[in-house]
């Protein structure tokens, strides 16, 4: 769905106008809370560790399956002799678990060094899960608020039983401009939750391979049992620059695809805008402007770059061309801008206050800023 049609999505009494959070947000926030639940029973299973070390079996095998709460890329390369369903970061994470509890009664004093990995769960909670999340949550909620009100500001307009034709058009402005910083502060708050897992997966993915490098040399007895996992922490560790990358590439598609899709919408609103001019609009505007041939020439030209057939009959008149290589004098939209007041007061002098309202939504929606 588009930014577009998101933003269409709201509900209306008593003239005052609510825009909807999308799916994307609305399962990013519920994800946010079941990531603190999960990271902050993860960061007690490591605290313990720390300060029981009788109790490592037990809360090595916890840590393990906390483990599958997270997403599997099952992009780390496999061990050689290793069963390729065995890959990946799920497994990986098993791998560690069952280390844990292997060692357990060998070495008691490395679970000291799980208080790193429990600060490093917790910085990300206070930091990106929580004051992150809530900073932008802000900011989206206030730019949400300001653009509701300027919908309910055109609402009420539209409404009023003499057409304030300067005040709507100036509100329609208003609006895009509105929906600018609103579209700008929702999909920083998309991006960001939809980034989260990333960001997890490659805080603890790096924080326990760390503790495992730093205790390499100090496990005595226990490494022989560290070796069987040796090749596997090299592949843990370029599975985590990948990931990096990933993250980004997520980040450069979804750009991709909102500006094609950016582009499609201000093609078609172009079109909308050109298919509104019939005969007797450009007949008015033609009155309005200053050489009648050079409007009905740059309404041809408009025509043709729109991909719009002009209206039947235009062909004939003075200064009409089918030449879709032809470059306008005027820019019709500039031309529209300028002198709305006086095409509008026509059009209602002819009873066409639908038309005039639509012309003014035209204008208004291909002003909108590209993405």
Not at 352 to 370: N, S, T, W
Request: with cysteine; hydrophobic share 40%.
């Amino acid at each position: 769905m588009s930014n577009l049609s998101k933003i269409n999505l709201f509900k209306r009494k008593a003239h005052v106008e609510k825009t909807a959070d999308s799916e994307s947000i609305k399962l990013g926030l519920r994800r946010v809370e079941e990531l603190k639940l999960g990271i902050q029973k993860l960061s007690k299973s490591g605290i313990a560790l720390q300060e029981k070390g009788t109790l490592h079996y037990r809360n090595g095998a916890q840590l393990g399956q906390l483990m599958a709460l997270f997403p599997e890329k099952d992009r780390a390369q496999p061990v050689p002799g290793q069963n390729p369903e065995e890959s990946g970061f799920l497994m990986g994470m098993q791998k560690f678990a069952d280390i844990f509890m292997d060692l357990a009664n060998l070495e008691s004093s490395f679970c000291d060094e799980t208080s790193k990995f429990s600060i490093a769960l917790q910085q990300f909670i206070d930091g990106d899960l929580t004051e992150t999340t809530k900073f932008l949550k802000k900011a989206y909620d206030q730019t949400r608020a300001d653009y509701d009100k300027i919908l309910t500001r055109i609402a009420t307009l539209k409404d009023n039983k003499k057409l304030p034709i300067v005040k709507l058009y100036e509100a329609e402005k208003e609006r895009a401009r509105q929906f600018k910083v609103y579209d700008k502060a929702m999909r920083a708050l998309e991006d960001h939750l939809a980034d989260l897992d990333d960001l997890l997966n490659i805080i603890i993915a790096t924080t326990i391979l760390d503790w495992a490098a730093a205790h390499k040399n100090t496990l005595g007895l226990s490494y022989g049992q560290l070796n069987d996992i040796k090749e596997y922490l090299a592949s843990l560790k370029t599975w985590c620059q990948e990931e990096e990358n990933v993250c980004k590439m997520h980040r450069k598609e979804r750009d991709g695809k909102r500006a094609e899709a950016r582009a499609e919408e201000i093609a078609h609103a172009n079109k909308e805008f050109a298919q509104l001019w019939t005969l007797d609009l450009i007949h008015i505007a033609s009155s309005v402007g200053m050489d009648s041939q050079q409007m009905i020439s740059s309404f041809c030209v408009m025509f043709h770059q729109f991909g719009v057939p002009l209206p039947e009959g235009l062909e004939k008149f003075p200064g009409a061309t089918l030449d879709k290589n032809a470059v306008a004098s005027i820019d019709i939209k500039d031309f529209l801008r300028q002198n709305f007041d006086a095409i509008g007061s026509k059009l209602l002098e002819d009873g066409e206050r639908d038309l005039l309202v639509k012309l003014g939504e035209a204008l208004a929606q291909i002003e909108l800023p590209p993405v």
